[in-house]
């Protein structure tokens, strides 16, 4: 008697793999609504930038799509406001974070890594303690304290209060955790010193939670608006965020046009820079969420 030989099953499709059709709609549906949410003001904004004088960007008239696109908005942005010594400044408040930030919580963070030390539970509660505090509610406390120092209308004294955050030290430390306590071992094994196993062996481990502290500082820093409003006070050492809000007022003829421009001009880097970091910025979120 010969038994029958069972017949393979077909590979289900690719698109089966994911779920059932109408979970694929739901969930294709929640992420064209995310998508539009996000990305659908900067791409109105972008549209409206390029509408010429006699389109209306608001109002029952308004279209989505300029009529008649033009730089006529752009180029009034670079006649009208110092652009060039704005994204200057803003650039060395963005070096001075990045570099800060990297150097105190790369080491903050490894040094809360490290057992055995007194102290170091007490450190930590402090700093997840002061991540809840709102900014608003030290400003005060902080001006006064950049004014004693003689640091007003400065690019120092915007840069000071964010030479480094709780926030980047615990990413570091829980990227920092994540290394195997073996590999460590085995170094001090081969004769490596503090300061070599860090060099060679903590920092390139945790590169994606360095790229994370990267864009995290380099976003702040580029559209902090409310400090540098607080803290400066001459043009030439305004930023760009805070001196494209100038394009606001009556005394440059408001045109709406030019301020969507103003706009758009100020998030273009941040875009540019995410786009090229995007795949190192993913992994360290993962790796710095281990163990925090």
Do not use: C
């Amino acid at each position: 008697m010969t038994t029958a030989v069972p017949r393979a099953r077909r590979p289900l499709p690719r698109w089966r793999e994911y779920g059932r059709p109408r979970e694929l709609v739901v969930r294709y549906l929640l992420l064209l609504l995310v998508l539009g949410l996000t990305v659908g003001p900067l791409l109105w904004q972008l549209l409206a930038s390029l509408k010429s004088t006699g389109e209306d960007v608001f109002g029952a008239d308004a279209t989505l799509l300029p009529r008649h696109p033009t730089l006529r908005a752009y180029r009034e942005v670079f006649e009208q406001v110092p652009v060039a010594t704005y994204i200057r400044n803003s650039l060395t408040v963005v070096v001075l974070s990045i570099t800060s930030q990297l150097v105190f919580s790369t080491t903050a963070g490894y040094m809360l890594s490290k057992p055995g030390w007194k102290g170091r539970r007490a450190v930590w509660v402090v700093l997840v303690a002061s991540m809840m505090f709102p900014f608003e509610s030290i400003m005060v406390s902080l001006f006064l304290s950049i004014r004693d120092l003689g640091l007003v209308d400065s690019l120092a004294g915007v840069w000071l209060p964010g030479f480094v955050g709780a926030i980047n030290v615990l990413l570091m430390r829980g990227a920092f955790l994540a290394v195997p306590r073996e590999i460590e071992d085995s170094a001090m094994l081969d004769g490596a010193g503090e300061w070599q196993r860090f060099r060679y062996l903590y920092l390139p481990s945790a590169w994606g939670a360095i790229m994370v502290v990267v864009i995290n500082t380099f976003i702040s820093a580029w559209d902090d608006f409310l400090w540098p409003l607080i803290v400066l006070r001459s043009e030439k050492h305004m930023t760009l965020t805070l001196g494209l809000s100038r394009l606001q007022s009556s005394s440059f003829g408001y045109d709406q046009r030019v301020v969507m421009a103003g706009s758009v001009i100020s998030v273009i880097p941040v875009l540019v820079l995410f786009v090229i970091t995007q795949r190192w910025f993913y992994k360290g979120v993962s790796a710095g969420a281990v163990k925090l």
